[in-house]
Every structure is written in structure tokens, then in C-alpha cells.
């Protein structure tokens, strides 16, 4: 297994060891946003290694298509679609075309987002209304047109959200602690509304995970982050990866509104700055 500090390549991937038996995913419609790098792509080639047909969208064309690239070549099935989860009818038009295709849907996987550290007095407004908009708004985006769609078709599904862990904030992400907060409580309560559809929505909320998104923090902010828990250790997008199957699975039939924190004790013990610490805090 690829070491917790280092970036999982697609090799990687392709030969981690999972608990999932073979096939487990067999005849299911995953989609999986952000999934062109880090967990999104951990995801997409685990259920693509289980037998999903895989749908991964994302903004960036170019990873998309090389991650698509490489799990077609190991003999597995994905497609993208190039989408901004940030554009409500965009999104509509792509899951009419999802079912139109499949005529199903099994899982989302609402993975994409996106933010930037910084001190929360020093947010422009255009910043915190960006990541807000990614990740709490489109995350909705997201999971009211895929329900739409189950729910015009009486499909049972399951949506996974992958979020933080905010139960204590998050210094140097307070924009995203307010959005995926919001995603964990909307979780909780479409899980009660939506249950009348035969729709499962709970939430991965993992700690500080190695992958190629670990280039916005600052030298000192990241040589901290693996002390953040009492592991002290990184996790891996395979990690989260598996975390999500499980809840997309059968074996969590009976999970819905829950939030499973994979974040090595972080939650329980450590220091998490994002920005770094202050002086003061030293």
C-alpha cells in the first residue's frame, strides 16, 4: 500500500487491497463528482474494480479523460462528463442524459468541492461565496436532481456526501466548515423526507487526507497536518474510497442521515490550522 504522505497513482489504484468481494457492485450506476483526482478518483476506480458502470464528472476535461483512460485500459467501466456542479441546470440536463442512457442510477457519489485556506477575517466576499457555492450549494445541486429523477422512476438509491469534519471547526476554513455543516444537516433531513423513496443520504466527513489538492497549504500549515490526529499519519483517498462503498453498498441498507468520520481520532484529539497557527497560539 502506497505510503499515507504520498500521492496514490493510477497503479496504485488499480492494485490496492480492498475487503469488497469481486463483483459486489455488478449491473449498479455509480456516479461520482470531482472525480478526476484524490478521493473522487479513489472512488470511481474502487467501484469500477467492483463492477460499476462509473460516471465521474468534474470542470477539468483533461483528468477526467486520463482517469477514464486508465480504468477503461485495466479493463473496467467508467465515462465522464464535463460538468460545474455549480450549474443547476446544467446538472438537470446531465442526469436526464444519465438515465436516458441507463435508465437507472444506483449511487451518487457527491464528492466535488473545493477551498482555499485562510484566516476567516481576512475572506473577500467573493471568496467565501464561491466556496459556498461549491461546496454546500452545488453538493444540493447535486442531490435534488438525482432524488427527482428516483423519485419519477421509483428507483431506490443511495447518496454518499463527502464533507469535513466540522464538529469543532476548522481554523483556516471556516467557509467551508458553514458549507459542509449545511451539507451534513441537509443530509439529515432529506434522509427523513426522502426516505419514502427507498433514498439512503449520509455523509463521509474524512480528516486531513494526502492527494494532489495538498499543494494550496503552505509548507508550515502541511508539515502539521499529520500531528492533527492521534495516529499522526495522513489518511488515503483509498481509505475514504472504501468508506464511501461501504455506505453505497447493501451492507449499509439499514444507514441513513449518519454522518462516519474517518479521520484517525482527529475529531477527538489534535490541532488542525489550515493556514498555519498563529503566533498566539504557539
Known sequence: MTAANTVMTDQDF??????????????????????????????AWLLARLGAKVIIIGRTEPKLAACCQAITAAGYRAEYH??????YDGIAAMFAKVFDKYGRLDALINNAGGQ??????????????????NNLNGSWYMMQ??????????????IVNVV?????????????????????????????EWAEYGIRVNCVAPGVIFSEG????????????????????FGTPWEIAQSCAFLASEAAGFVT??????????????????????????
Open 14 to 43: 488499480a492494485e490496492a487491497k480492498t475487503l469488497f468481494g469481486e463483483g459486489s457492485f455488478s449491473d449498479k450506476v455509480v456516479l461520482v463528482s470531482g472525480g478526476g483526482s484524490g478521493i473522487g478518483k479513489a472512488t
Open 82 to 87: 464535463v460538468q460545474d456542479i455549480r450549474d
Open 116 to 133: 482555499f485556506p485562510q484566516p476567516a477575517i481576512e475572506f473577500s466576499k467573493n471568496g467565501f461565496d464561491a466556496v459556498v457555492g
Open 145 to 158: 436532481q438525482a432524488a427527482r429523477q428516483w423519485r419519477e422512476r421509483k428507483q431506490r438509491a443511495v
Open 164 to 192: 469535513a469534519v466540522v464538529s469543532r471547526g476548522m481554523a483556516g476554513g471556516a467557509h467551508t466548515c458553514a458549507a459542509r455543516a449545511g451539507v451534513i444537516h441537509l443530509s439529515k433531513t432529506v434522509a427523513v
Open 214 to 233: 495538498m499543494g494550496v497549504y503552505s509548507d508550515e500549515a502541511r508539515s502539521a497536518f499529520d500531528r492533527s490526529n492521534p495516529m499522526k499519519r
Open 257 to 282: 442521515g449518519e454522518v462516519l468520520t474517518v479521520d484517525g481520532g482527529g475529531k477527538l484529539w489534535g490541532d488542525l490550522w489550515m493556514a498555519g497557527k498563529p503566533d498566539y497560539f504557539s
